[in-house]
Structure formats: structure tokens, C-alpha cells
């Protein structure tokens, strides 16, 4: 009676066209989605998030036939946004569909197109969760790109456009699989924007390999009514880096939720986020960091802005396996409650097998300091913009931590934006 | 790093020997059959000669728990219990009061001794009764609880002069059954949790503790507890309630002889604190962990919660968690009044195969509620340890403040530690603050002692001290002293 049965799109009938058929590992999700379906109340993993709202939609398939002129209008929207103009190189995509015309890909890598009969990489289990399971049976479309061994393939923007009516549900599940080779580097600004009501679950499979480099900013603005299902499967290998930032600004429910592995001695990963959230927004980031090697650094710094009614969810964990001595990890996780209604919860854990290590966690949460209030107060500055400055110092504080200066850029103007829109 | 590597010898080599509460003591029992239904409810009751509100309040307890599943979500591993498979009475056979220490079954003597209790207390813990006018004045009052029955209770009259109730749960059904009937249950409910319902269904035993109004306790109350008899599951259920203005501080310490299978204890403790009250429950927990190979040992399934219903109540917790196979425990505080005051210091100690899952809840209600929290995990062995805690802030918390800091000690690379804290807010003016660290013993500071000539075995002990200072200053004078011991004998093996 969990079980997710969208109408259109129903896992058996998608699984019966001819290029996914027998595909053991979609079955495998199936199968996962029909016996345990939506997490129950008490499964730990969703404690704080209740997928009930998907229950009984009858999501459809997404259409194909979309207007181009609210395409070019949602994708100015993106351009405006990221401040990444019509000449940086970009992937666009449709209802969750590879879109050519619009797109335009970066010198240097090389791009495939999306094979439903591809496997999920090993260590990705199609059952492990909900958000996997779904996408891993009815992926039809995603990026597969790789940038080749010792190629720096510069900026790419990364776009999931949705389009949806307003009684009429959709949803579409791309799988991204993104591999930077040894030595190579690539700056990704992944932005997500739509209308109407829809359903927008994208996995993403990333690798990095030996002194790889994937800057991976996402900007998530979806429409007010979407709901935004997102999981990272990310794999580091020796000296490589993955920097990951999510910024939750839109969809009515989202969850993110990362699953980073660091595989080999001195990888590097940073899984770091801002969820700014009012209305009766529902915002969840939840991330798994696996130590399975020694010398490797993990760094994790999460803030919650939420006003309204807003829910914002922060679960991190971090595990360090038996091996991976001399880790060093670190994990601030903080929140601003701006309204006596918002609700914050979170879930810092640190779970621990080897006994040399520097792990620590630290959180706070409550309103805006009265003291530094004060303070801007006595200088002059009027009670709204002492706050509006306080409160973009506190974001500041982690948008700044992200690595590329293209990204940081549009991730500072993705929050100015939303500061002007939903508080000035 | 050799200090590792003489850990993982020393770790080794510790024996069972090094329980030192290992001991059995061979008296008559008085013996339910084993297993549970309503018939042996009904068995406990009437043995008990409780009033009918009672035996239906079990009998609500056990329906809701045949409903119920056994919790899965704490970080503890063990094979399937079957409820069926224990003893749910077990009593010393009553016989004629004995006129003097002589007359005393030896084996009950001996098993005072070891646990270090004085012999004019053991008299009276006994059931001596001293001549007129010979009573003993030391400093705390023992109500010790031989499996399920309290043998005796001392110090009643010194206590009774100040107006404080002080007496075996059973008796208070019996002499104060007003108040038991009001408060049991009232902050802990029968459908709480699976082994609270459990309790309520089987309780034998356990302490009642009644301060009236502005009444400050003359000295601090401390209650044994032993669990004795094979396969008995020890069920005891404490009552403390403090009235207005008035205060009383409660040692609770715990020894089990060593067994081969595991044992069952699943206690429940309640404490009301009224307008401005104050309550200090401390705990040294030390029942008997299972050998060297994780074989035998306690499982310890304990709810302890505290109800600051007045205005400017406090609750402080104080636990030292040495013992114990497993341990499944989180002290916890609803702050309801306003500005009341919730305390959580604890302590925990494993080691070889021992798994601990412990914690606390602070639930914030009232405005201008305060909590403060303390953990120190110590993981050595094979053992695993986890702190999980909550801390919510409810809507209403208006300026209310909590300050959680966690910290672990890893000794050696085949035990684990891991902090899970849940942090709920849901009031703008509320704040939280949480930090917690992982590390194992600096080598600089163990150089530095060893530089200074301490031994290794005393360096580390010196540290691990310091390390827990915290909280062992939090303790009462009496316990402090012990806790300190008991944590260099459950450390002993593990840190050279």
C-alpha cells in the first residue's frame, strides 16, 4: 500500500518497452519500490521527511511537446540567475530530455548519448533508497559525459528545465553519469528551474579519478509546486577533489540527498549547502561521507535560512571505516530561524571504527543575534537592512567556501537574487 | 605506535576476573514459573496484595505491550530475547526477623561486604533491629533491592522527622497509595516504549521517594540494586516526587553477579519536580558486562525520565555507565515549567564486546527552559558506543538555551564511537548549540606524563580522568570516589 504507483508511468508498464526489458538491474529497483515503496514512519533515513505527498499522484509520463517560448523564458531565467550568459557551454534538458538545439558542449570531453540498457556503476545499489530505486527504473535520458585524462573542460552549465501543468502531474528521472579522468578538471553549475507540478528525480553518477577535479554548484529553483527528488552518488580516488555545493531555493518538497565515497588515500570531499526556504517550502539535505581509505578530508558546512512555515531537514552523517586512519573530517551544520513558525531539524552523526582520527561536528541554531543587531542598530543602520546584512554574512560565510571563483559567483548571485524576491 | 600496540596486548589479556562484583549469593528463593501472561501478572500482583487499580493498570500495560515491537533503531546487536524464557518474581523466602547479625543468612552478609556496604548499615539492611536509641548516624540511607523484594530500608525515622517518604514502591502501594496512584505513570506512560510497558506490566520492586513541601532532604538517598537469581529479569520502578521548594539528591548504584547467560533488566524511573524542586539522580552503573568474548553479561533497557512541571525546577542526571553487555538508556527531562532546568552529565565506559547506546532527551515546553549536556564516551576493546541524544525546542520555548558537547575516546582500532545527535527547533528565540569531537589519547600528552615518570597504566588513567572531569565533579562526594575507581578497573585491561 506504500508502493509509489504514478499512473502514467508505472514501473511494470515502463519496464515491458523493449529497450529496458530484462534489464536485471531495473528489475532490481522494481522490485525494491514494489515490496518496501515509501520509507514508513520510523525509518530513520526519513525521519524527518514524509514522502506521503507522492503517494497517491497520478504522475505521466512528461511531454515531449513542450512550448518553446516558455523553454527560452525559463532558460533566460537560469541565464539571469547564474549570471552564466548564452555564450557559456551548457547541456539543457527538457521534462528530464536531452534538448540538442539549445545546448552547446564544452571543447574537449566527450559526450554519449544515453544508453537504457547502460548499467548503474558498481557500488550504486539500485534498492539502497527510494530516490535511487525510482530513478534507476524509469531513467530514459541523462547527461553521460567524461572529461578525458588531464583536460581542463572549463564552466558547464548543466540544465533541467521543467514544464508541467498545474492539475495535470509529471515526472521525469534523468541519470547524469559525469567521470573526470586522472588529472582532469571540470567546473559544473548544475541549475534546475520549471513550472507547474512535477516531479524532478536526477541521479547523479560521478567519479573522479586519480588528481581529478569535479566542482559540482547546484542551484535548485524549481517551481513552487515541484517536487525535487535528487541523489549523488559521488566516488573519489586518490588526490582527487570533489566539491560539492547545493542550494535549495524552490519545489514545494526536496530532498538532496549525497552519498559521497572517499576510495583512496588522500581524496578530498566537500559536501557543503545553503537551504533558503519560506512559504511552506520543505527542504531536506542529507548526505552520507564514507571514509574507506586512509589520509582522506572531509569538510561539510550546511545552513538553513527559513522563514514562514518552512520546514528545512539537515541529516549528515559521517562514517569512518576501520582503515581510513588519519582521516580528518569536519562537519558545522547551522541554522536562522526567522519566523516563530519555520522548523529546523537536524541530524549531525558521526559514526567511527578507527581510533586515529580528527573527526568533529558542531551546530547551532536559533534567531539572529540580538547583540549584532544592536550593534548595526547603533551605527545608524536601520532595523530592516542590519538584518538583510546579517543574514547574507551568515550565507556568505558558506557560499564563499565554494573552490571555483565562476561558481561562487553564481551561487552569491543565485542568493542576492532570492534575498530581492522573497524578503526585500 | 607502541602505545597502541600494548593496549591491544593489555586489552587481551583481560580476564573476567577483573569484574569484581562477580559473585552469587545462595539463598532461598521464592520463584515465579518462567514466563509472561496475564496469569503471572495477576501472580505479581496478589503476592504483592495490591489494590485492584493496580493489577488493571499492569494488565493495560501488558495488552498494549503484546502490541508492540522491540525498538530497532539504537546501534546495539544481540540475538533475538524471548520473553517467555525468564523469571518475572524471584523473592528471598521470608523468614522471622533475626535478632542480630549472627542469625543472618552468611551468603546475604557476604554479598553486603563485597559491595563495600558498613557493617552497622548491613545490620540494618538485614533486618536487624538495634537496641533503643543505637541508631547509627552515617550519611546516606540505603534502600537496597535484592532482585525483586527491598530487603530493608534504613534511616527511616531520621527521614521521617523531616516528613520525607522514603520506602519500597510495594509499601508505598500500601501506605500511600493517593500518591502512587497519581504519579505512576504520569511521566513515563504505560505505552511509552516497549520496555516501559514491559515494566509496567512486571514490576517487582523498586524505590518510592515523597519530599513535601520545602522540605530539603537530610541526606542523600541511595539505593542498591542487585540482580541475583538466575534468569530473572530485574524490573524495579522508582517513584520520585519533589514538592514544592524542597530538594533531595538520589544515588542509584548497580552490581550483578556474574553470569553466564545474558539477563534481562528493564527498569523505569520517574521523577516529578514541582515549583522551584530540585532532584539529583546520580547513577553508577556497573552490573556485570560478559567476559572477555562478549559471552554473558546484562542487557540493560532503561527508562529514565524526569517531569520539571514546576516553575524554576531543576533535573540533574549524573550517570557513570561502566557495566552492562548492552545498555539502552537515555535520561531524559521535559522542561514544562517555566524557566525550569535540565541537567545531563554523563559518562560511559566499554569495553571488549560491551555495546552502549545512551543518551539523553531534552524537551523543551516552557519559556526560558534550560538544558545543558555532557557526554563522555570511552570505547576500548571491541566494544561499541554510541551517544544519541535530542534536544527539541517546541513552540512555546520562548528563549530557552541548550548546550550539548559530546566528546569520544577511541583506545585502540577495534572498537568504535559514534555521536548521533537530533536537534528539533521549532521556536525562533531558542537556541542550541552542539559540539562533538572524535580522538584517541594524544600522544603529546602521554608523552609528557611518561616524561614526568607516571607509568603508562597511569598516565592513560590520569587522562581518562581528566578527560571525564566534567562530569565526575557532578557527582556526590560518596560516588565520586567510587566512580573514579570503577572507571580504572573497566579501563584496567585496555589501556596497559
Known amino acids: 500500500m506504500n508502493a509509489i504507483a504514478p499512473v502514467g508511468i508505472s514501473p511494470s508498464a515502463f519496464l515491458d518497452r523493449g529497450d529496458v526489458k530484462g534489464h536485471a538491474t531495473r528489475q532490481k529497483a522494481a522490485d525494491y519500490l514494489r515490496t518496501v515503496g515509501l520509507p514508513r514512519a520510523g525509518v530513520e533515513a526519513w525521519k524527518y521527511t514524509s514522502l506521503r505527498a507522492l503517494a497517491d499522484v497520478p504522475f505521466a509520463e512528461a511531454r515531449r511537446d513542450v512550448d518553446a517560448g516558455a523553454v527560452d523564458t525559463l532558460l533566460a531565467e537560469v541565464e539571469t540567475i547564474s549570471g552564466l550568459g548564452a555564450g557559456a557551454s551548457r547541456a539543457v534538458f527538457v521534462n528530464g530530455r536531452f534538448d540538442a538545439g539549445r545546448s552547446r558542449l564544452p571543447d574537449g570531453v566527450k559526450v554519449a548519448a544515453f544508453d537504457p540498457a547502460r548499467e548503474l556503476r558498481d557500488g550504486i545499489d539500485p534498492a539502497g533508497d527510494v530516490t535511487t530505486a525510482l530513478n534507476t527504473v524509469l531513467a530514459d535520458d541523462g547527461l553521460a559525459l567524461v572529461v578525458p585524462a588531464g583536460v581542463d573542460a572549463g564552466c558547464l552549465l548543466l540544465v533541467s528545465i521543467g514544464l508541467a501543468g498545474e492539475d495535470a502531474p509529471v515526472s521525469f528521472h534523468p541519470q547524469h553519469r559525469i567521470v573526470v579522468e586522472e588529472g582532469g578538471r571540470l567546473a559544473m553549475l548544475d541549475a534546475a528551474v520549471g513550472r507547474g507540478y512535477y516531479l524532478h528525480n536526477p541521479l547523479y553518477d560521478i567519479t573522479v579519478e586519480e588528481g581529478g577535479y569535479l566542482s559540482h554548484a547546484r542551484i535548485q529553483a524549481e517551481g513552487k509546486k515541484a517536487l525535487h527528488l535528487a541523489v549523488s552518488h559521488a566516488r573519489v580516488a586518490s588526490r582527487g577533489v570533489y566539491d560539492s555545493f547545493t542550494l535549495t531555493l524552490g519545489a514545494s518538497l526536496s530532498r538532496h540527498e549525497v552519498h559521497a565515497g572517499l576510495n583512496a588515500a588522500g581524496a578530498s570531499v566537500h559536501v557543503n549547502g545553503a537551504q533558503l526556504l519560506a512559504d511552506h517550502q520543505h527542504g531536506d539535505l542529507t548526505s552520507v561521507i564514507t571514509h574507506a581509505a586512509p589520509d582522506c578530508i572531509s569538510r561539510q558546512t550546511v545552513k538553513n535560512v527559513l522563514a514562514d512555515h518552512a520546514r528545512g531537514v539537515f541529516q549528515g552523517k559521517i562514517h569512518v571505516e576501520r582503515i581510513a586512519q588519519k582521516t580528518d573530517g569536519y562537519q558545522m551544520n547551522q541554522a536562522l530561524l526567522l519566523s516563530d513558525t519555520a522548523e529546523i531539524d537536524a541530524k549531525p552523526e558521526l559514526e567511527i571504527y578507527a581510533d586515529d582520527v580528527k573527526c568533529s561536528h558542531g551546530a547551532t541554531v536559533g534567531a539572529l543575534d540580538d547583540d549584532q543587531l544592536f550593534y548595526l542598530r547603533s551605527r545608524g543602520i536601520p532595523n530592516e537592512a542590519a538584518r538583510s546584512i546579517l543574514i547574507r554574512a551568515f550565507l556568505h560565510d558558506v557560499v564563499d567556501q565554494i573552490d571555483d571563483a565562476r561558481l561562487k559567483d553564481s551561487l552569491n548571485l543565485a542568493v542576492e537574487a532570492w534575498w530581492k524576491r522573497e524578503v526585500a | 605506535m607502541p602505545a597502541v600496540a600494548e593496549t591491544r596486548k593489555t586489552v587481551e589479556t583481560l580476564g573476567q576476573n577483573t569484574y569484581k562484583w562477580g559473585f552469587e549469593t545462595d539463598i532461598e528463593m521464592d520463584i515465579a514459573p518462567k514466563g509472561l501472561n496475564e496469569d503471572t501478572i495477576r501472580l505479581i500482583s496478589s503476592r504483592k496484595n495490591e489494590p485492584e487499580w493496580l493489577l488493571e493498570w499492569r494488565l493495560k500495560a501488558y495488552r498494549s505491550w503484546l502490541e508492540m515491537r522491540e525498538p530497532t533503531w539504537a546501534k546495539v546487536h544481540y540475538p533475538p530475547i524471548d520473553y517467555q524464557d525468564v523469571h518475572y518474581y524471584a523473592a528471598p523466602r521470608k523468614k522471622p526477623g533475626p535478632k542480630s547479625l549472627e542469625e543472618v543468612d552468611p551468603e546475604l552478609l557476604r554479598t553486603y561486604e563485597k559491595l563495600g556496604i558498613p557493617l552497622h548499615e548491613q545490620a540494618m539492611l538485614a533486618g536487624v533491629e538495634l ?209 525550569s532546568v535540565g541537567e545531563f552529565y554523563s559518562v560511559a565506559v566499554t569495553n571488549n564486546h560491551q555495546q552502549a547506546d545512551t543518551g539523553t532527551k531534552m524537551i523543551h515546553i516552557g519559556r526560558n527552559t534550560r538544558s545543558t549536556i555532557i557526554a563522555k564516551t570511552i570505547s576500548a576493546g571491541q566494544s561499541d558506543s554510541t551517544y544519541r541524544g535530542l534536544v527539541r525546542m517546541m513552540p512555546k520555548a520562548s528563549g530557552s538555551r541548550n548546550f550539548t558537547q559530546c566528546d569520544s575516546l577511541l583506545i585502540g582500532d577495534r572498537c568504535g564511537a559514534h555521536t548521533v545527535p537530533y536537534i528539533e527547533n521549532r521556536n525562533m528565540s531558542a537556541r542550541v548549540e552542539h559540539e562533538a569531537t572524535t580522538s584517541k589519547i594524544s600522544e603529546d600528552q602521554l608523552f609528557y606524563c611518561r616524561q614526568r615518570g607516571l607509568s603508562e597504566e597511569d598516565a592513560v588513567g590520569l587522562i581518562v580522568n581528566g578527560f571525564c572531569k566534567d562530569v565526575l565533579k557532578e557527582l556526590p562526594m560518596e560516588f565520586a570516589v567510587e566512580a573514579q575507581k570503577l572507571l580504572q578497573i573497566s579501563l584496567e585491561g585496555s589501556v596497559g
Open chain 2, 131 to 339: 537496641p533503643e536509641g543505637e541508631e547509627a548516624r552515617p550519611p546516606v540511607a540505603v534502600d537496597a533491592v535484592f532482585d525483586s523484594v527491598s530487603v530493608a530500608t534504613t534511616f527511616r525515622k531520621t527521614l521521617q522527622e523531616a516528613g520525607v517518604i522514603f520506602c519500597p514502591i510495594s509499601e508505598a502501594v500500601q501506605e500511600h497509595p493517593e500518591l502512587v496512584r497519581k504519579y505512576l505513570g504520569s511521566v513515563v506512560p504505560v505505552t511509552d516504549n516497549f520496555y516501559a510497558a514491559l515494566n509496567a506490566a512486571v514490576f517487582t520492586d523498586g524505590s518510592f521517594v515523597f519530599v513535601p513541601k520545602g522540605v530539603r532532604c537530610p541526606m542523600e538517598l541511595s539505593t542498591y540494586f542487585r540482580i541475583n537469581a538466575r534468569n530473572t529479569g530485574q524490573f524495579e520502578r522508582t517513584l520520585i516526587i519533589v514538592e514544592d521548594g524542597a530538594s533531595v539528591s538520589y544515588l542509584e548504584g548497580c552490581t550483578a553477579p556474574m553470569r553466564d547467560e545474558n539477563q534481562l533488566h528493564a527498569a523505569v524511573v520517574e521523577l516529578v519536580a514541582m515549583e522551584d524542586a530540585s532532584i539529583k539522580y546520580s547513577t553508577v552503573q556497573n552490573w556485570y558486562p560478559g567476559d572477555e568474548n562478549g559471552k554473558g553479561g546484562i542487557y540493560n533497557f532503561v527508562t529514565k525520565r524526569g517531569a520539571c512541571r514546576g516553575a524554576r525546577s531543576k533535573i540533574s542526571w549524573t550517570q557513570v555507565e561502566t557495566g552492562s553487555a548492552i545498555t539502552w538508556k537515555y535520561p531524559s527531562c521535559i522542561l514544562q515549567g517555566e524557566g
